[in-house]
């Protein structure tokens, strides 16, 4: 479904460069570590399976969000750099995160607590790192 949304060959070399990026990063890898890590952490604190573990869970795995924010700008920063290497350009990646950033329902604080920085943040970094290349 993606795919068909997006029409632009470099926003789709993009999201495949951003991609290999994670994987370059070992951001899965990470992610399964610090993941068992928090759940250690909440089973020792309240014990494995009460409510209180799992409260404690929820809110260490709103900490992790900053995580999983940093790894995906790094991944985007790796996706821009293919891109750029390979056209000559970033436009489509900017065009990507505009579309997505029409498109997201609520604002930069509440990109706190998301999973992936707010689409402006993204588009911002990407123009940072790659208008010093050209």
């Known amino acids: 479904e993606f795919v068909k949304s997006v ?3 470099e926003a789709i ?22 993941g ?3 759940y250690l952490m909440a089973s ?13 869970l929820d809110i260490l795995n709103k900490t992790e969000m900053k995580f999983s924010q940093k790894a995906e700008l790094s991944a985007d920063a790796y996706g821009a750099t293919l891109l750029y290497s ?21 604002g930069k604080m509440a990109a706190y607590f ?3 920085p707010h689409p402006e943040i993204r588009i911002e970094a990407i123009k940072s790192l790659l208008e010093g290349i050209q």
């Open 86 to 106: 390979a056209y000559g350009r970033y436009d489509g990646a900017v065009a990507l995160f505009e579309m997505f950033s029409e498109e997201y329902d609520h």
């Open 44 to 56: 020792l604190v309240a014990g494995e399976d009460s409510s209180t573990s799992a409260v404690f």
């Open 36 to 38: 068992m890590v928090l």
């Open 7 to 9: 029409e632009d060959e």
């Open 13 to 34: 070399a993009f999201v495949l460069g951003h991609e290999l990026g994670h994987f370059q990063n070992r951001d899965h890898i990470k992610g399964y570590g610090r």
């Open 114 to 116: 998301d999973s992936h």
